[in-house]
């Protein structure tokens, strides 16, 4: 199941901010300096979002923890940022979290040390179902 048109033109708003983040920056930075640069390219491109949003974790309606995502796009998109040789399967498997805890469907990440950003572009969707379950995780 795809996402609604809202939150697809989200992402797709986002990967044009970090194309161009990428494009003044080239790979080679810490992810901080992506984030803070990202953030300011958001920003100028009136994209709302919120920055190291933490989302709550439950076990049997317990608050057992939170995760923090490094950016809630427009209450619909998760984006997370790296700046790393490679991005590995724990990766994924860490934004399906998110995405779950957070209950939203889509998720991008980007990683920013290649040479092309389109390499380093990962589009992660939680089908509904498991990110609205009754309870918690």
């Given at each position: 199941?795809?996402?609604?048109?809202?939150?697809?033109?989200r992402a797709r708003e986002v990967i044009g901010a970090a194309i161009a983040v990428h494009s003044a920056l080239g790979p080679g930075f810490l992810e901080s300096v992506y984030q803070r640069a990202l953030e300011v390219?958001?920003?100028?491109?009136?994209?709302?979002?919120?920055?190291?949003?933490?989302?709550?974790?439950?076990?049997r309606g317990v608050l057992v923890g939170r995760g923090r995502c490094d950016f809630v796009v427009d209450?619909?998109?998760?984006?997370?940022?790296?700046?790393?040789?490679?991005?590995?399967?724990?990766?994924?498997?860490?934004?399906?979290?998110?995405?779950?805890?957070?209950?939203?469907?889509?998720?991008?990440?980007?990683?920013?040390?290649?040479?092309?950003?389109?390499?380093?572009i990962k589009r992660i969707i939680v089908s509904p179902r498991a990110t609205q379950r009754k309870g918690d995780l």
């Open positions: 199941m795809e996402p609604d048109s809202r939150t697809d033109r390219e958001l920003k100028a491109r009136g994209i709302p979002f919120e920055r190291e949003k933490y989302v709550e974790v439950l076990r209450t619909c998109l998760v984006v997370e940022l790296k700046a790393i040789e490679a991005l590995a399967p724990v990766h994924s498997s860490i934004i399906v979290s998110y995405l779950r805890a957070a209950k939203l469907m889509l998720a991008l990440l980007i990683n920013f040390n290649v040479l092309i950003l389109k390499d380093g």
